[in-house]
């Protein structure tokens, strides 16, 4: 590494790894995510993996907030 090039720090994702919430997405996205193993953006923006019971994680507050101001 070249210590005169300019350092610059990589911007922070959250990929939703250790978060035991459960998050609201689109229902489309969330059974293509599901069918396809992969991760889902969540309406909060945390990338997350669909659990299969997701009746026994707390609700992400941030989701219910953004979800509540459609209705």
């Not at 998050?23 to 997350?48: I, P, S, W």
Request: hydrophobic fraction near 40%; charge should be negative.
């Amino acid at each position: 590494m070249n210590k005169d090039a300019p350092q610059s720090e990589l911007p922070s994702l959250d990929n939703g790894a250790g978060d035991d919430f459960a998050h609201y997405a689109r229902n489309d996205e969330l059974a293509a995510a599901r069918k396809q193993g992969r991760a889902v953006r969540a309406l909060c923006g945390t990338l997350f993996h669909p659990h299969t019971d997701p009746g026994r994680l707390q609700v992400c507050v941030v989701c219910v907030d953004l979800a509540a101001g459609w209705r």
